[in-house]
């Protein structure tokens, strides 16, 4: 079972359309981050999210955490072939043993066609 | 936020030899990692390196298999033993000093067991 379920796993589309990736789980995260990869480049922080119901903009991109802590979501407005990559959300899990350890999402492989 | 080294950034290896890779951070870190990734996906936990004790391993990965040192707070190693083609993967590090606010990863090690 993937504690964070991460959607969709692929998406492609047009420049200058919208998208919206989303990442739930039952858990409560102490934080949750989005990170950004391309091939042969380890994966890149974009921001990090740590108060329920926070959100935060980042140019064309918007990011939110939800209330509960549990879920948060990558929104991408007028997307540009520059946006191509693998996203993935990653949280640190709310106490216990687990402090530090940072758990993955299955990552969207984003496509932005010209 | 500190910057990582990783190296080396590709082998290809025979099947029943060893390989070490490296990961120099250039800042003091409390926290260092060892990831495996298939190109396209996500990123597994290998295990958590300690500084002057012996890595915590996530289920599925053993200490015989991916012996791991961590000397300092600045150096880490991860070695894959007695490798298989099943071995073949992205192998990545990465250091965090505070993980609410986020991770660096190094550029990864792409290793190819033939």
């Known amino acids: 079972t993937q504690l964070l379920e991460q959607s969709p796993q692929f998406l492609s589309i047009q420049e200058g359309e919208n998208l919206t990736v989303y990442c739930n789980s039952s858990?409560?995260?102490?934080?949750l981050q989005w990170y950004r990869q391309e091939p042969g480049e380890g994966p890149v922080l974009l921001v990090t999210?740590?108060?329920?119901?926070e959100v935060k903009k980042l140019k064309r991109l918007t990011f939110q955490f939800g209330d509960a802590r549990k879920d948060s979501s990558l929104h991408i407005t007028a997307a540009q072939p520059g946006d191509t990559g693998l996203y993935l959300c990653a949280g640190v899990l709310a106490g216990g043993t687990s402090y530090g350890k940072l758990t993955f999402g299955q990552g969207t492989i984003l496509t932005v066609h010209p | 936020s500190a910057v990582i080294s990783q190296k080396p950034s590709r082998d290809i290896c025979q099947r029943g030899t060893s390989l070490t890779i490296q990961c120099q951070v250039d800042s003091q870190v409390t926290m260092m990692f060892w990831y495996r990734q298939q190109p396209g996906q996500s990123l597994t936990l290998i295990a958590t390196a300690n500084q002057g004790s012996e890595a915590t391993y996530e289920s599925g990965f053993v200490i015989d298999k991916f012996p791991i040192s961590r000397p300092n707070l600045t150096f880490s190693t991860l070695t894959v033993s007695n490798m298989s083609p099943e071995d073949s993967s992205i192998y990545l590090c990465?250091?965090?000093?505070?993980?609410?606010?986020?991770?660096?990863f190094g550029s990864g090690t792409r290793l190819t067991v033939v």
């Open positions: 990465s250091a965090t000093q505070t993980p609410n606010y986020g991770y660096t």
């Open positions: 999210v740590v108060t329920g119901g």
């Open positions: 858990s409560v995260f102490s934080s």
